[in-house]
């Protein structure tokens, strides 16, 4: 039986830095290195103060201060951990590609073959390489294929183990995982690559929630879960327009579908639209592959569930501006909320990104609060879009670390992202120092509608 001692990540995101840290944490007895190109990445999981780590997730800290420096280290000499390591996973991202064949829909491999390469080159002892990152089905093939012609004669294998965790609950996804999915080749070696993973994940995971499977369930199973997910947030999406012409309630259709044990409860809640780095992504790639094989009816199929989710970003900038009287023209309108979710500085492909640039379309002021993101972050998500002069971003976006003096004088306020804290102002305060009639467009169904109205506020929701 093989028995992993030492451990490389390559990749210190959101996804290597939480999975190595829990790893490290329950497996005191292994070495565990996460390593990155971007130095100031690496110099950020290693400050001293941890409100400096480079992603906010409730809990993380505790993790890190226990593990770090103990069996957790972080450090930019990607060569030396591979070297000395008999696990490598590889972590790093996988985005929508932007040029050439596939542009706009394939997943960009170029980082993945690099850390291929890299392993290929450095490697002078048997390793057992991890696909932690989401992939194509059919990668490990690829990089198979490149580490087993350097030549040296050293061996790998090459599993796969997707992760799961969602941003905002990371620490607490991993701590406890509805199952670990581990793929590997059905052959004695694979085999034994395989039980040295489960070995590890088993320090703190039942065993019978670890899956193993094949190379290519496993890679596949990662798509098709997010595609599961996000056409549930589409389909409730889409239903939320037909209440609110119909008079249904959004939010009572879905605890009413939701008790169906077939349905279940979760991930039903109408929102702006998803965000994240994930769901539109991994659905874009998943349409890619499909028409790649000709299954043009099954790519159709998964790419509704973006189309729909477009159109529910861009209904809801639409509604703001009908609502405004047509004229956003130099109206201050406030945000409140920028991450794709809340507990999470990420940003990625969040909902805010989109509305913000279609009202800044029509000249609306928009002045943003958000607890955790920046205002640098801000204008670059912003300038990523392209679509004016940066110096015009700058005009239109404006951030405020103030909740109220976000709302001050503002015409209407959109909610972007769910976080708590929103739920506890005090409205009434907010109410007297905004222009009237004071609206208010609840993307994410969080406030209290009823108190909102009793106070003077004109309250649109989704879905209702
Ligand atoms: P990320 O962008 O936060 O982190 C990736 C890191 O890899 C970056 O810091 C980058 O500098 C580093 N990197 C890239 N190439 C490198 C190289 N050659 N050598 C060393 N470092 C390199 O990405 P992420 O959100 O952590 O996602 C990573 C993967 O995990 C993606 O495939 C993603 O689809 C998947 N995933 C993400 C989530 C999530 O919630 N973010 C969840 C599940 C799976
Ligand atoms: C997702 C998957 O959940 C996770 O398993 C995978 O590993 C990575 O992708 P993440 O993107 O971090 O995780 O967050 P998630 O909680 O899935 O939310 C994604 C988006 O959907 C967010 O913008 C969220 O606000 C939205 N959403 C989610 C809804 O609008 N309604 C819901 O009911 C649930």
Not at 239 to 262: F, H, P, Q, W, Y
Not at 326 to 354: P, Q, V
Not at 453 to 461: D, H, L, N, S
Request: charged residues 25%; glycine residues 6%; contains cysteine.
């Amino acid at each position: 039986k093989t028995k992993v001692k030492n451990i490389c990540c390559i990749g210190a995101g959101y996804v290597g830095g939480p999975t190595m840290a829990v790893i490290a944490q329950k497996n005191p007895d292994i070495k565990v290195t996460v390593v990155d190109i971007n130095a100031e990445r690496i110099a950020a999981w290693n400050h001293n103060d941890l409100d400096q780590l480079p992603i906010y997730e409730p809990g993380l800290d505790d993790v890190v201060l226990e593990a770090r420096n103990r069996n957790l280290f972080f450090s930019t000499d990607v060569d030396a951990a591979i070297d000395a390591a008999d696990m490598i996973f590889i972590s790093v991202n996988t985005p929508t590609k932007t040029y050439g064949k596939g542009k706009g829909m394939a997943a960009d491999l170029k980082y993945i073959e690099l850390c291929a390469r890299q392993i290929a080159k450095v490697a002078k002892t048997d390793k057992i390489v991890v696909e932690k990152s989401t992939l194509p089905v059919r990668t490990a093939q690829t990089i198979k294929s490149i580490l087993q012609n350097t030549g040296n004669g050293v061996k790998f294998q090459i599993l796969s183990n997707p992760e799961f965790l969602a941003e905002g609950t990371a620490v607490q996804d991993l701590m406890a995982p509805d199952r670990v999915l581990i793929g590997g080749e059905q052959t004695e070696l694979g085999m034994k690559a395989i039980a040295a993973l489960v070995d590890v994940y088993s320090s703190w995971v039942p065993i019978e929630n670890i899956l193993t499977t094949n190379l290519w369930s496993s890679e596949l199973s990662k798509l098709t879960a997010n595609a599961f997910l996000a056409q549930r947030v589409s389909s409730i999406n889409a239903l939320s327009e037909l209440c609110e012409v119909t008079g249904a309630d959004v939010d009572e259709v879905a605890n009413a579908i939701g008790k169906d044990s077939r349905i279940g409860p979760k991930f039903l809640k109408s929102s702006v639209g998803f965000g994240g780095s994930c769901f539109q992504k991994d659905i874009l790639n998943l349409v890619y592959i499909a028409k790649s094989y000709g299954l043009n009816e099954v790519a159709d199929y998964w790419e509704q569930v973006i189309i729909m989710n477009d159109y529910q970003k861009h209904r809801f900038a639409a509604k703001i501006i009908q609502t405004l009287y047509n004229t956003i023209s130099g109206k201050k309108i406030a945000f409140l909320g920028w991450a794709f979710k809340k507990d999470t500085n990420d940003t990625r492909e969040s909902a805010a990104i989109y509305v913000a640039d279609q009202l800044i379309e029509e000249q609306a002021n928009i002045v943003v609060y958000d607890p955790k993101v920046t205002a640098q972050q801000m204008q670059s998500d912003l300038n990523y879009l392209n679509t004016r002069s940066e110096t015009e971003n700058e005009t239109f976006l404006t951030t405020i670390v103030d909740p109220y003096e976000t709302c001050k004088d503002a015409h209407a306020i959109a909610v972007l992202t769910e976080w708590d804290e929103f739920k506890a102002y005090d409205w009434q305060r907010i109410y007297e120092a905004m222009q009237k009639p004071a609206f208010v467009f609840d993307g994410r169904g969080v406030l209290d509608h009823e108190q909102l109205r009793t106070i003077g506020f004109q309250v649109y929701a989704i879905g209702k």
